[in-house]
T-cell receptor, first 111, second 116 residues
Framework: TQLLEQSPQFLSIQEGENLTVYCNSS?????LQWYRQEPGEGPVLLVT?????EVKKLKRLTFQFGDARKDSSLHITAAQPGDTGLYLC???????????FGGGTRLMVKP | DTGVSQDPRHKITKRGQNVTFRCDPI?????LYWYRQTLGQGPEFLTY????????KSRLLSDRFSAERPKGSFSTLEIQRTEQGDSAMYLC??????????????FGPGTRLTVL
């Protein structure tokens, strides 16, 4: 059974601060996706990383896939209240099948 | 809007009743997935279809749950004899087979089920 553990589970910061969310597993994934979810809505895909060591940037968000493709991180620079939400990482083993999700990191950015 | 749609968005039912949810995937996507998400947790996989074929089912999918995708387009998820433990958000996602090593799944807004 593949498991993804996210840390921290909860994070409350002030606007303008930086933060990093971690996603760790003992299993290798062929891809890892990050989603953001608002209350009462479905997850929205932010990014997909597929190559070990890969780094992708999306405005103030930086995503990294570990060299061994077992872990990933999401770094947010100068967080804004609009970044508030539940951040989920999800790993895929091959192209067609299910995603295994982490438990999520609930981020609150206070103005 | 060409995203994944789900209907209804909310369903309240009494224990023992049957419920059915519908998912319409992104039109060109041939894969469709169902997940369940309980409060404070990440989504958990239930089942997935490639076209009309149901290719994988989780052990979470008890015999009270059945999913169909009769024409390879929309899908339905039925829960018979609902229990309070079935209360959750039911999420549908779709993706397009690309022949690569990964697939990006796009989610609908979910159906929130409350069993009283």
């Amino acid at each position: 059974t593949q498991l993804l553990e996210q840390s921290p589970q909860f994070l409350s910061i002030q606007e303008g601060e930086n933060l990093t969310v971690y996603c760790n597993s003992s299993s290798v994934f062929s891809s890892l996706q990050w989603y953001r979810q608002e209350p009462g809505e479905g997850p929205v895909l932010l990014v997909t990383v597929v190559t070990g060591g890969e780094v992708k940037k999306l405005k103030r968000l930086t995503f990294q896939f570990g060299d061994a493709r077992k872990d990933s991180s999401l770094h947010i620079t100068a967080a804004q209240p609009g970044d508030t939400g539940l951040y989920l990482c999800a790993g895929g083993v091959w192209a067609g099948n299910m995603l295994t999700f982490g438990g999520g990191t609930r981020l609150m950015v206070k103005p | 809007d060409t995203g994944v749609s789900q209907d209804p968005r909310h369903k309240i039912t009494k224990r023992g009743q049957n419920v059915t949810f519908r998912c319409d995937p992104i039109s060109e996507h041939n894969r469709l997935y169902w997940y369940r998400q309980t409060l404070g947790q990440g989504p958990e996989f239930l089942t997935y279809f490639q076209n009309e074929a149901q290719l994988e089912k989780s052990r979470l999918l008890s015999d009270r749950f059945s999913a169909e995708r009769p024409k390879g387009s929309f899908s339905t998820l039925e829960i018979q004899r609902t229990e309070q433990g079935d209360s959750a958000m039911y999420l549908c996602a779709s993706s397009q087979e690309s022949g690569g090593t990964y697939n990006e799944q796009f989610f609908g807004p979910g159906t929130r089920l409350t069993v009283l």
